[in-house]
């Protein structure tokens, strides 16, 4: 691992930090004595959005959401639009599943 003192960071921080995001950790020193070390990023890109304040963790569970809310009059559940979509582009005949490509 590289030692570099922190006015070499500041002189050169662009230069660090892409060497940093390749991989490599440097530590860093002030007047001689390590104060911290960079590392890459562990973060996922979930983790990252929670970071920058972009989005909130889930809180509770989902089981306490409560009944869901009635459908408007007439409306039709997804699965059953589904269901009828499927129906009218491969009716019931001899067999019960899709034909498969030949791919």
Do not use: H
Request: glycine share 8%.
């Amino acid at each position: 691992m590289e030692r570099i003192g922190v006015r070499e960071l500041r002189q050169n921080a662009s230069k660090y930090l892409r060497r940093v995001v390749q991989g490599e950790s440097i530590e860093i020193t002030d007047r001689g004595r390590p104060v911290a070390v960079l590392v890459p990023s562990k973060l996922t890109g979930l983790d990252r959005l929670i970071a920058e304040g972009r989005v909130r963790p889930a809180q509770g569970d989902l089981l306490d959401l409560g009944d869901p809310l009635p459908l408007p009059e007439g409306a039709e559940l997804p699965s059953e639009r589904v269901g009828r979509a499927r129906d009218e582009r491969w009716p019931l005949s001899s067999t019960s599943t899709p034909p498969r490509s030949s791919s």
